[in-house]
């Protein structure tokens, strides 16, 4: 069983559409994240949510809205996508706060091409 | 601000070859490191990860240091193999409860 998965893998979309990521993880940790790779291969937080509470906002347009349902899941929705969303998108989770095991596990990427 | 630098960015060796990776960050009131390998079109995977308290971790060829006060971590990777081909970051969490800031990697490509 996949860890941390994501979806979809490969997003094609036009500037403008609002579209949305999905993120689960079934190690019952209590902290997820976004992060945002761009074309130099930067990685970047985005967002960070523990316990399905946002403790973590990186001064992210507010057109990018993380939702967590609940401690298992994370999702990213974009609206009006622009060229420079273009990027993989990953999610990640790690145990949690109180923790000093803060190894962070990761999903495989949404790569997101705005045409 | 609190940075991650990774030098070199590329490095090709031959296999057999023992190598070592660099990291260096700003503060060294770090709360942990971590080093990860990226392969292409995928995530990251954890190697290894070292609390503030700690000097080293090993995890079979890998051997990861810290040396806090002069803001540095090495990767060392012994007898490396093709296989070990992948792109190499390293990562610092300053505080408990804040994300990891992450370095640019280093790329290695080990030939056979």
């Known amino acids: 069983d996949t860890a941390v998965s994501q979806t979809p893998k490969y997003l094609v979309t036009q500037m403008g559409n609002d579209k949305s990521i999905k993120c689960e993880q079934n190690l019952g940790h209590d902290t997820m994240y976004w992060y945002k790779q761009d074309s130099k291969k930067f990685l970047k937080i985005m967002f960070s949510?523990?316990?399905?509470?946002?403790?973590i906002n990186e001064t992210v347009p507010n057109r990018f809205s993380p939702k967590s349902p609940d401690k298992a899941h994370l999702n990213l929705h974009i609206n009006s996508l622009e060229l420079g969303d273009s990027a993989v998108y990953f999610c990640?989770?790690?145990?949690?706060?109180?923790?000093?095991?803060?190894?962070?596990?990761f999903g495989s990427g949404t790569q997101l091409s705005v045409l | 601000k609190q940075e991650v630098t990774q030098i070199p960015a590329a490095l090709s060796v031959p296999e057999g070859e023992n190598l070592v990776l660099n990291c260096s960050f700003t503060d060294s009131a770090i709360y942990n490191l971590q080093w990860f390998r990226q392969d292409p079109g995928k995530g990251l995977t954890s190697l290894l990860l070292i609390q503030s308290s700690q000097r080293e971790q090993t995890s079979g060829r890998l051997n990861a240091s810290l040396d806090k006060s002069s803001g540095r971590s090495t990767l060392y990777i012994a007898a490396s193999q093709p296989g070990d081909s992948a792109t190499y970051l390293c990562?610092?969490?300053?505080?408990?409860?804040?994300?990891?800031?992450f370095g640019k990697g280093t790329t290695l490509s080990v030939s056979s």
């Open positions: 949510y523990n316990n399905k509470e946002l403790i």
């Open positions: 990562a610092v969490r300053y505080q408990a409860g804040t994300a990891l800031i």
């Open positions: 990640a989770s790690s145990p949690g706060q109180e923790t000093t095991n803060e190894k962070l596990f």
